[in-house]
């Protein structure tokens, strides 16, 4: 069982469509990620989180320590904004650090 | 300012060969990450350095793995005898400290065992 998992792993929308993407978790956490890859393109983080909410424009990240729950939000959603979205959470394990990635929400965006 | 670089961005090798991928981290940056992105497949944590020094090497995929950085700065990731299921992207990142810092990515090397 993946330590990290997204929901949905595809989301069709509507340009404008406020857009969700979930990401849980089942170990205890150091902190978590979200992280945007373009079609052919690099990795790029948006936001970091050990605790409660984040906004930077249109996206809003929030997490549930206790519930081990993270969501991506994308209000008023434009094409541009089609990529795969990663959760990734920090943790410790067996005193080390390690990152573990949930496999991706592929997010599409029509015009 | 410059952001994480890597080289090469591609690479093909035959199989069998070793190859040797680099990371230049962000200035200043102390901690620094390797990860693998097979195709089709997600992201894979194989290693981290705090400095120079990587405390846990078990998610390198096998001893063919090695990694080193110097002067708290350049990363190089060594593939011995390379295997076609080494192909993939492999991406570096860095970050000001330790767990709590922002990571910035590098472009990724993409690797081809033929």
């Known amino acids: 069982k993946n330590e990290v998992e997204q929901s949905p792993q595809n989301l069709t929308a509507q340009e404008g469509e406020f857009i969700t993407i979930n990401c849980s978790y089942s170990v205890g956490i150091s902190a978590l990620h979200w992280l945007q890859q373009h079609p052919g393109g690099g990795i790029v983080s948006l936001f970091m989180?050990?605790?409660g909410k984040k906004k930077h424009g249109r996206l809003i990240a929030t997490i549930n320590i206790q519930e081990k729950h993270s969501s991506l939000h994308i209000t008023a959603s434009h094409p541009r904004d089609s990529a795969v979205y990663i959760c990734a959470v920090r943790l410790i394990e067996r005193g080390y650090q390690k990152v573990t990635f949930g496999t991706g929400t592929k997010l599409q965006v029509i015009p | 300012g410059a952001g994480v670089s890597q080289s090469p961005s591609n690479k093909v090798t035959e199989k069998g060969k070793d190859v040797e991928l680099r990371c230049d981290p962000i200035?200043?940056?102390?901690?620094l990450y390797w990860y693998r992105q097979s195709l089709g497949q997600g992201l894979e944590f194989l290693i981290y350095?705090?400095?120079?020094?990587?405390?846990?090497k078990s998610g390198l995929p096998s001893d063919r793995f090695s990694a080193e950085r110097t002067g708290g700065s350049v990363s190089t990731l060594t593939i011995q005898r390379t295997q076609q299921e080494d192909s993939a992207v492999y991406l570096c990142?860095?970050?000001?400290?330790?767990?709590?810092?922002?990571?910035?990515f590098g472009p990724g090397t993409r690797l081809t065992v033929t």
């Open positions: 200035s200043g940056h102390t901690a």
């Open positions: 990142a860095s970050s000001r400290g330790g767990q709590n810092y922002e990571q910035y």
């Open positions: 350095f705090q400095g120079n020094s990587a405390p846990d």
């Open positions: 989180l050990s605790s």
